[in-house]
């Protein structure tokens, strides 16, 4: 009728955590339904009696609806008991599927509140970490060389390019920066606190089995230089003496897998060990 006054419905997403995946779910199921005159307010981290009975009674008294979505079983009973108690419908969300998963898999669930917001932000630090990787890889971005958590240097062939990656799949942000006796290092590099870089060396034999192996993929006649014995040696000693100036922690390479030499690096690097475990 004309003269009818408009009803507003309200619905609560009420939650233990951030309350947006709640919020997500229920905006999804009123997508469906093309009334204007549904409103829907989050509430979150509910984790008391006393919280779950204050939003219930602000439900009653606008005649909404509690949807929750609770990790807890003791809250999930509370809410349900006392929505029924003040004639408040409440719909609960995760309850279900935790109890279903739980027969399934014959395991009890964390009740952590907020997992899956800090496994999705763990999932984006780690893109964000490896994007960062991968435009620093082997002396670019040297401008903005001071945001990497782990800087890593040595000469051509020391594994500075695949433990960077594999750190970064860690969540770390690394960087590494090429050592060539003929160009000058950069000063970037030299900016960077010491405790954040991680000099890589290894044995002039070794490595150079490992240029002969590269040169002998690669075909190529200008690496003649590339495989002098003579001429690794002067690299290796140039590196070497540079990282005792700089004071910078060595770590040789020689015959380490990328895991071990990774797990080294974070050692030698507390601060980024701790914040990206």
Not at 129 to 147: M, P, R, S
Not at 223 to 248: C, K, S, T
Request: charged share 25%.
């Amino acid at each position: 009728m004309e003269n009818e006054r408009k009803f507003t419905r309200r619905v609560f997403a009420v939650s233990d955590a951030t309350g947006q995946t709640c919020q997500t779910v229920v905006q999804a199921a009123l997508s469906q339904f093309t009334s204007g005159d549904i409103t829907l307010e989050t509430v979150a981290r509910v984790r008391s009696r006393d919280q779950i009975e204050a939003v219930l009674q602000q439900a009653k008294a606008q005649s909404g609806v509690v949807v929750f979505t609770m990790v807890s079983t003791e809250l999930r009973h509370m809410v349900t008991e006392m929505g029924m108690q003040l004639g408040v419908p409440t719909i609960d969300i995760l309850g279900p599927i935790l109890i279903r998963f739980s027969e399934m898999f014959e395991i009890s669930p964390l009740a952590q509140p907020g997992l899956f917001r800090q496994l999705d932000s763990e999932y984006f630090r780690r893109i964000e970490a490896v994007d960062y990787t991968i435009k620093h890889d082997d002396g670019a971005g040297l401008t903005t060389l001071d945001q990497a958590d782990i800087v890593l240097v040595g000469v051509s062939r020391t594994s500075k390019t695949p433990v960077s990656i594999y750190l970064a799949y860690r969540g770390c942000k690394v960087a590494n920066v090429p050592l060539v006796p003929a160009r000058p290092v950069p000063r970037e590099l030299l900016r960077v606190p010491s405790r954040r870089v991680v000099a890589l060396t290894i044995s002039p034999d070794r490595l150079h089995l490992i240029r002969m192996e590269r040169k002998r993929r690669l075909n190529h006649a200008a690496l003649d230089d590339y495989i002098d014995p003579a001429q690794i040696r002067r690299e290796v000693g140039f590196g070497n003496r540079l990282y005792h100036q700089q004071g910078w922690p060595v770590l040789d390479v020689t015959y380490k897998a990328i895991e071990e030499t990774a797990a080294e690096v974070l050692r030698l690097v507390p601060d980024a060990a701790a914040d990206h475990r």
